[in-house]
């Protein structure tokens, strides 16, 4: 019968089953690292409080830094019966320095305690996400940069539209990871705020010292109420829901490379590095990597969804529901390093466009509709007058199995007179996107100041 660090107000030990249920270190492990260094910050503030000598603090900082390295030695492995990573430690720390340990825990709680870890977790892996959201910006930029002027159809309703430029699409891309990048910069100033100190719910006896600690901690701030400190879970919830939409935006470039290296499409090649083949089907090359991040984004979304319906109906102040918090942060983490990663190395070496399949591809429809439209209204016409008569030249095209550049002049002059001889010109695919150089369209001076903003945007903090 082991002991739990309560079992002396119970008569009776835990049923297995239900120690089991309760147990949280099969997860939370991933917390130690956070939790000494939360700890040692503790440990430090009750010395500096008074609370406890110097000479003690020092033992248990020491006695914390030894079962990091004992961790980092695959040397520590606590079993169930440690319940959580906060109890796991505190006893190893007192195997380690004897009764100086128990001393640990004066003025904290495993509730502010626990807050205080998962923020520094969710610090570390904001950092991390935000590096490999730069990565993927960079690479993103670099194939923009190569296919400035490779044209690619752009589409909607999944209809041919207008021609673009292929960088133009490329730097679509750029800016949503842009936009995840700022949101969580952004969501890591609320993720930054201290808990430790708010105690089981009410605050401490103790005469602690909150911003001491949360300063040994590069906290930013400190909760300002001991109930909501120990209670919050926002930042978890603002954390997936940036990691949502993360998952969002890779889940449509997925969507789009799918479409792309399908034979109907033929835009993109997967390279046998990034492709994977059929059992059966000799001839297969399937796009894995883009549908399982296509995949793996209904975890993040249902992370989200879980963590809110775990908040929703919570009374003040600590619950154990929000021992639930713990696994929808960590595969929510997992999910999106993993498929960051995989989508930029997918994008730097694993695929690659087809310029001939794509030229091919806008100069053989009626995506220059709108620029004969166009033209005919910058000569006077009013626009939607101009745009009826190229609908009903775009039926009988169909009907005559012709493109518009097949159309003799002739033929344009007895559509309108003013049409003349430069309409070629002007429906030619390059021109049809040169011209669209308003700001933020495709045309390639737009494309390539684009270009040139991003390199500096992605420099700024
Ligand atoms: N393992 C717990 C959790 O993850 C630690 C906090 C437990 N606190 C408590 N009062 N039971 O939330």
């Not at 979304?301 to 918090?325: I, S, T, W």
């Not at 439209?373 to 190229?390: C, H, M, Q, T």
């Amino acid at each position: 019968t082991e002991q739990t660090t309560w079992s002396q107000r119970f008569e009776s030990a835990l049923h297995p089953a239900i120690a089991q249920f309760n147990a949280s270190i099969g997860f939370d492990i991933e917390l130690i690292e956070y939790d000494l260094t939360g700890s040692v910050a503790h440990a430090k503030m009750l010395a500096h409080t008074g609370i406890i000598s110097a000479p003690e603090a020092e033992q248990l900082v020491n006695g914390l830094e030894q079962i990091r390295s004992e961790y980092r030695q695959g040397k520590f492995n606590p079993g169930i019966d440690a319940e959580d990573v906060h109890f796991a430690v505190e006893r190893r720390l007192t195997e380690l320095v004897g009764d100086v340990g128990k001393k640990l825990h004066t003025a904290r709680s495993r509730n502010d305690q626990v807050g205080t870890d998962t923020r520094l977790y969710l610090r570390d892996q904001i950092r991390q996400i935000r590096t490999q959201l730069r990565q993927m910006q960079g690479v993103l930029l670099t194939l923009a940069e190569s296919h400035v002027e490779t044209l690619i159809p752009g589409y909607t309703h999944l209809q041919r539209a207008q021609p673009l430029s292929l960088a133009h699409h490329l730097l679509a891309y750029w800016e949503m990871v842009q936009r995840d990048w700022q949101r969580l910069g952004e969501i890591y100033q609320r993720v930054n705020i201290s808990p430790l100190g708010c105690g089981a719910l009410a605050g401490t006896t103790f005469p602690i010292d909150r911003h001491y600690s949360a300063s040994l901690l590069d906290f930013g701030d400190v909760y300002r109420n001991s109930l909501d400190g120990v209670s919050d879970r926002d930042f978890a919830i603002e954390f997936l829901t940036a990691a949502s939409l993360i998952m969002v935006h890779l889940s449509r470039l997925s969507e789009e490379i799918i479409l792309w290296a399908s034979q109907e499409f033929g835009f993109v090649t997967l390279k046998d590095n990034c492709s994977t083949g059929s059992s059966i089907m000799p001839q297969k090359k399937n796009p894995d990597v883009p549908e399982l991040v296509r995949g793996k984004t209904g975890r993040v979304f249902g992370h989200l969804q879980a963590m809110l319906v775990l908040m929703k109906g919570l009374p003040l102040a600590y619950n154990k529901d929000l021992q639930e918090d713990k696994e929808a942060l960590f595969d929510s983490v997992k999910t999106v390093k993993g498929c960051l990663e995989a989508m930029t190395i997918l994008l730097r070496e694993g695929l690659e466009f087809c310029p001939p399949r794509l030229a091919s591809a806008v100069a053989e429809d009626f995506s220059n509709a709108t620029d004969v439209a166009d033209y005919l209204a910058s000569k006077g016409v009013p626009f939607r007058e101009a745009y009826n008569l190229v609908g009903k030249v775009v039926r009988t095209c169909l009907g005559a199995g012709k493109l518009l550049k097949d159309l003799t002049v002739l033929e344009w002059k007895e559509i309108h007179p003013a049409f003349e001889e430069d309409i070629y010109d002007a429906i030619a695919p390059n021109q049809v996107v040169s011209a669209r150089n308003s700001y933020g369209g495709t045309g390639f001076e737009q494309v390539r100041r684009a270009l040139a903003e991003a390199q500096e945007r992605m420099v700024s903090l």
